[in-house]
């Protein structure tokens, strides 16, 4: 099992950035793929991002595409993810998740955190 905790998430003026860290617990970190999930009100829970467990594959929504990066550090047992050029719809609780298994089998995360809020005001 891993036990993910969110931080990073706060209030941003449109066209700012914010950096999302996902802290896990355990030794095995890096025996999982990561992802950020988003879910606005009234919205389906999407998938921001992904990365493999070694970090060399990652997956992105078009949504994010070109705007967002992440990143794992296996040593920290830390996953990122880095926002740029935040834009009001990016406003939702966002999500840390853990999967043994392939990445970008989105469907398939099992682990989630708490979430932390991102608000972006235009």
């Known amino acids: 099992q891993v036990q993910l905790v969110e931080s990073g998430g706060g209030l941003v003026q449109a066209g700012g950035s914010l950096r999302l860290s996902c802290a896990a617990s355990?030794?095995?970190?890096?025996?999982?793929?990561m992802g950020w999930f988003r879910q606005a009100p009234g919205k389906e829970r999407e998938c921001v991002a992904a990365?493999?467990?070694?970090?060399?594959?990652?997956y992105y929504a078009d949504s994010v595409k070109g705007r967002c990066t992440i990143s794992r550090d296996n040593a920290k047992n830390t996953v990122y993810l880095q926002m740029n050029s935040l834009k009001p719809e990016d406003t939702a609780v966002y999500y840390c998740?853990?999967?043994?298994?392939?990445?970008?089998?989105?469907?398939?995360?099992?682990?989630w955190g708490q979430g932390t809020q991102v608000t972006v005001s235009s």
């Open positions: 998740a853990a999967y043994s298994g392939i990445y970008n089998l989105i469907n398939n995360y099992n682990y």
């Open positions: 355990g030794r095995t970190f890096s025996t999982y793929a």
């Open positions: 990365i493999s467990q070694s970090g060399s594959a990652t």
